[in-house]
């Protein structure tokens, strides 16, 4: 191994000297200064063939299948970009003023002066070699045939210097390396396992895995590669660039590297380029640019007609039993007992899981783990996957600052135990199987605005133990064709693999009624809301909306509901309760508030109420004064006549 480098050296030397004698015999004879047209250097194309012919680590292009000829011709720009000397003799078989390499005078050089139908199908759009990307044609408008110039292209010159690594276009859109567990430890069920390997053993075509994100599907099939002897070169389908044109260009060099590395493509996220109903699919080009066995990952069948079909194999999600193996993996000063529990507090992926496990571990610093540092780990890797779509809310009330009537505080009981005793009912007691899907909670709230809905939500994620997080539309919504399915999609999928609660404020801005379609914008408005009624039917996570605006969310929307709670104004007594509730306990209060009063005068929701109070704390802080009824009263009106209300007989006490 020692002496690999000098080898390729002295192979990349020897490659060049005889590519460089090949170019003297041309010019030679175009300018008639020897007359050999009959022999053209045929011991010389011999030895450098036979130098060629074996790949090895540094040189591995004769993976790639090339011609005789085709291989010359590689080797002939190689030497324009390497060579002073074949520069020189190139630019005199030039007939044109040129930079780079004609068609004509590569012509020249590999195929003789004779035309020869080789010369023309492999240059041309569609030969191996700029299929494969190895070179790149520089074409103009209206620029002749003959004068289309060729380069080497990067990749190639970086293994002619014994640079191996992948090239650069592919680690744009390369994915993160899996772990390196065998295929039997994988907590995966046993036919699933037997599946992907079988797979891997007998099928030479597409294989897709499909499941929910972090379920553990690229390291099902990374390891199933492994045990057959096949390495993986893994990319994101999501990273794949928009443009037609330039996502064909990554598929072939990714093809190119895979065949140049003895590799196995594996494309996770195909999701990402199936096709919606104004947005052309670009699975094609996977079929298309991606010879031999492919590998994939999905989060949902795709429904399409393949030229190939493939082989498709559904990842069930985890079981309880499963998630606290995991759990116990993950940490392993947990007793089982705790692992037991963590599975039903934070049933996440097994992806997050893991993550969850080393944040947690380093967060304790060496000290014994505690709930705090499992909880700090799931904030640091949901933080990481929401990042620019949804924001975690700090929430500090308490059950008791919510006032509800007891018609919704009996729904929001409901909606906790959906959550607390769904293992229970859809695995041990087999509901999940008469289901079939739609095994998340999706839940509407709805009424006039300072109700508390917002509120609620966070203190339904706090009573769970899990993180709520507020979806930002700005960001989610754009006027882009596909942005907004494709954000909401890894949102969803985000929420789903870490357990966290989404909350979608205003969500009759994005759940609304679908419309006739009159315009394009109806079109597409329609679409994100095909795209959220699909989604929210498969989601496993729990979602709550809120809407001032009941009226105006789809009703499809509303069949996919497993509750429905409407907030109301508060009655009189509720209003003096809520008066009270926002008093902090340390606040210097005065004795003889009359709060009734105030509840009877002002009809106004919580969270108006709430704001009221925090005036009247300002206007007692600024009078150096316990917060009394003045202030209160003060404040109220204050609040009354910001919401565009009016009191008859204000008087002042």
């Not at 507090?345 to 944040?359: E, M, N, R, T």
């Not at 607390?420 to 899907?437: M, S």
């Not at 929701?605 to 007692?620: D, E, K, S, W």
Request: hydrophobic letters at 45%.
């Amino acid at each position: 191994m020692s002496d690999a480098p000098e080898r390729h050296a002295r192979f990349v030397d020897e490659q060049l000297q005889l590519t460089c004698q090949r170019i003297a015999e041309a010019v030679a004879l175009v300018t008639a200064t020897r007359e050999r047209e009959a022999r053209w250097l045929e011991g010389c194309a011999e030895r450098e063939l036979a130098a060629d012919r074996t790949a090895t680590e540094s040189w591995p292009v004769p993976r790639l299948g090339l011609t005789a000829t085709e291989t010359r011709a590689l080797w002939v720009l190689i030497a324009q970009e390497l060579c002073p000397t074949a520069r020189m003799q190139l630019r005199e078989l030039a007939t044109e003023v040129d930079v780079d390499v004609t068609l004509d005078v590569l012509r020249r050089v590999v195929h003789g002066s004779r035309p020869a139908p080789e010369s023309w199908r492999e240059l041309a759009v569609t030969s191996s070699l700029r299929i494969a990307c190895l070179i790149d044609a520089i074409e103009g408008d209206g620029v002749p045939a003959h004068r289309v110039a060729f380069r080497i292209a990067p990749r190639v010159l970086a293994l002619v210097h014994g640079v191996t690594s992948t090239d650069p276009e592919v680690e744009v859109i390369r994915a993160s390396r899996a772990d390196a567990t065998g295929l039997d430890e994988l907590v995966v069920p046993d036919d699933t396992r037997d599946r992907v390997r079988t797979a891997l053993i007998h099928d030479d075509g597409l294989t897709i895995v499909s499941g929910l994100g972090g379920s553990g599907r690229r390291s099902l099939l990374t390891a199933a590669a492994r045990e057959a002897g096949l390495e993986v070169l893994t990319v994101d389908a999501r990273r794949i660039d928009p443009d037609r044109r330039v996502a064909e260009r990554q598929i072939r060099v990714l093809d190119r590297e895979c065949r140049l590395l003895g590799r196995v493509p594996l494309v996770v996220n195909l999701d990402a380029l199936a096709g919606t109903a104004d947005v052309a699919e670009r699975l094609d080009l996977v079929e298309r640019g991606l010879g031999g066995r492919v590998l994939g990952t999905t989060t949902r069948v795709l429904g399409r007609r393949w030229h190939r079909p493939p082989t498709v194999i559904e990842l069930p999600p985890l079981t309880g039993a499963a998630r606290a193996l995991l759990w116990q993996r993950a940490l392993p000063e947990a007793s089982a007992g705790d692992a037991e529990l963590m599975s039903t507090v934070y049933p996440l992926a097994p992806a997050l899981i893991d993550s969850v496990g080393h944040a947690a571990i380093a967060d304790a610093a060496g000290a014994p783990l505690t709930a705090d540092h499992i909880a700090m780990g799931i904030r640091t890797v949901l933080d990481d996957r929401l990042a620019g779509l949804a924001t975690r809310l700090t929430i500090t009330q308490a059950w008791n600052d919510l006032v509800l009537p007891e018609e919704q505080t009996t729904a929001v009981v409901e909606l906790l135990a959906r959550v607390r005793r769904r293992r229970r009912v859809y695995e041990d007691w087999g509901f999940a199987d008469k289901l079939g899907k739609g095994l998340g909670i999706t839940a509407l709230f709805s009424g006039p605005p300072g109700t508390g809905k917002s509120m609620c939500a966070g203190l339904i994620a706090k009573d769970l133990g899990t993180e709520i997080y507020q979806v930002d539309l700005g960001k989610i919504v754009s006027k882009w064709i596909g942005e907004t399915e494709k954000n909401l999609a890894a949102l969803f999928d985000a929420a789903e693999a870490g357990h966290a609660v989404l909350l979608f404020d205003e969500a009759d801005s994005l759940f609304g009624k679908r419309t006739a379609v009159t315009s394009s914008n109806d079109r597409y408005a329609n679409q994100e809301t095909n795209f959220l009624l699909q989604r929210i039917e498969t989601f496993a996570g729990i979602c709550i909306l809120t809407t001032n605006h009941d009226p105006a969310i789809d009703e499809a929307f509303r069949r996919r509901l497993a509750v429905h709670v409407r907030f109301p104004l508060p009655d009189a007594d509720e209003r003096a309760k809520l008066w009270r509730v926002m008093l902090p306990a340390r606040a210097p209060v005065a004795v003889d508030l009359d709060l009734v009063g105030l509840a009877k005068k002002f009809v106004m929701g919580g969270g108006n109420i709430r704001n009221a109070v925090l005036r009247a704390a300002f206007l007692a802080a600024d009078a150096n004064v316990p917060i009394g009824n003045e202030q209160l009263r003060q404040a109220a009106q204050l609040e009354y006549e910001g919401m565009g209300r009016i009191t008859i007989n204000y008087a002042r006490p």
